[in-house]
Structures are given as C-alpha cells and as structure tokens.
C-alpha cells in the first residue's frame, strides 16, 4: 500500500497530466527528480518485464555479440528501462530519446547510455537518426500511447530506424490517466496490423501485464498490453 504522502504526490502529478503534450512536458521536468522515487513506490515492474521479453527476443546476429547490439530506448524517462536492461546482463549499446529535458538530466547521472537524445516524438517531426541504425527499439513507459504522449503512428518512424530482423517492444495502456476519452490500445494495434498487412513487420508475442505492484487508487490504470515485434527482412 501506498502511504498518504506518497499517494498524494503521485495524484498531484497524474491530475495535472492532459492531452496536451507541450502541457505534459511541462510536467515531466517539473516532477524528473522524483520520478524514480514514484516508481518504486507504485512498485511499477513494466521495465523490467520489458527488458525480460527483449533479452528473450533478441535478434539471432546479436544474440552472441550482444557487446555490438544497438538499443533506442523511447521515452528513456529516468533511465529506468535502461536500468532494468543493464541489470538483466545486456552488455550493448543504448541510446535514449525523450522529450523532457529534466528526465534526461536524471538518466544521464546513471551512466547508462550512450547518448541521450532530446525529441519530442510526432508522426510529423521524424527521429533525428538515420534509417535501420538499430536492433532494438523498446517502450517500457507506462502510458506512452495515450493522449498527451506519443501518437500510435509514431511506430512507423520507429520502424524505420530498425534494422531489418530487429525487434520493437512497444505498450498500450488499458486506460489513460487523462480524462479524455481514448482507446490507446486500439489505436496502437490498428497501426501494428496494418503494418504487418503491408509486410513491413511481424508481431511475434502479445502479452498483458500488471504495470503496478502496490495496490492503490491507480490500479485502475494497471493494465498494459505488451507488443513484441520483428522487422521484416527483405
């Protein structure tokens, strides 16, 4: 269970969150330095849940050179999902991006990366990074598709900048913390099928995960499902 404090601080930043990313950007700086202090509390274990399935996925050519592997981890946030990578045992490369400048402050301090890119991600504004440059891209934030964040098609810029045979991690929340209405997770699937129609990738695992282990006023908002997804090769 969350103490009062804890759960108080968390509200106050889940009710200022709105559709507006600019808003939202806000937000994040201003609450960056306590972000990690949150997550532990609400017991959140979507990162590491993540960083589980990629180790598992990882591309057969990197599997056993995984020194060489290259990972874009969106949004990098604090460093968490990096972490949660680093304490599985990956040994590669990880490059962030993310649109809060204060969150990368924090991720920074931890060593985890090789560069932390600062972007607000948009269908309309590409990733600054040149096409099939990763193995790996993975989303181990919680909400990330949901209004205010990153659009669902934003997964065709991601899938760009995969090489072919590399793995995506992607998450839809159930429901979003906004109070606008929106199917995040539809939404994401929607584009997810129509990219495998057009042949440009493979859904290889589908899962639903808890995101958060305390019990608390925010398991409402506890449901995510997990895309694991492979590039196609041509």
């Known amino acids: 269970m969350l103490s009062p404090g804890e759960e108080k601080r968390i509200s106050n930043m889940v009710g200022k969150l709105s559709p507006c990313v600019e808003s939202n950007r ?16 609400v017991g959140n274990q979507l990162p590491s849940f993540v960083a589980k399935l990629c180790l598992k996925h990882l591309p057969a050519n990197v599997k056993n050179n995984m020194e060489q592997c290259t990972v874009l981890d969106f949004p990098s946030c604090t460093g968490y999902t990096a972490k949660s990578l680093r304490d599985k045992g990956f040994t590669g490369i990880i490059d962030g991006v993310d649109g809060s400048v204060e969150m990368i402050k ?8 090789r560069k932390i890119t600062t972007h ?6 590409p ?12 989303n181990g934030a919680n ?17 760009r900048v ?5 793995i995506m ?22 584009v997810i099928e129509r990219l495998q129609d057009e042949g ?16 608390s006023k925010f398991n409402e908002f506890q449901r995510t499902t997990v895309y694991c997804i492979s590039k196609a090769v041509k």
């Open 162 to 166: 995969l090489r072919p045979g590399g």
């Open 143 to 159: 909400h990330t598709f949901t209004p205010g964040n990153v659009e669902p098609e934003s997964v065709c810029e991601f899938l």
């Open 106 to 113: 924090v991720a920074e301090k931890k060593n985890l990366y």
């Open 127 to 138: 990733i600054p990074f040149g096409d099939n440059c990763y193995d790996v891209v993975i």
């Open 120 to 125: 607000l991600i948009t269908p309309d504004n």
């Open 200 to 215: 440009k990738c493979e859904l290889i695992e589908e899962v639903d995960v808890d995101i958060f282990q305390s019990r």
């Open 26 to 41: 806000k937000i994040y700086n201003q609450y960056a330095e306590g972000y990690d202090a949150m997550n532990v509390a």
């Open 169 to 190: 991690l992607l998450n839809a929340a159930h429901l979003a913390f906004t109070d606008v209405e929106s199917n995040s997770k539809q939404d994401l699937q929607d």
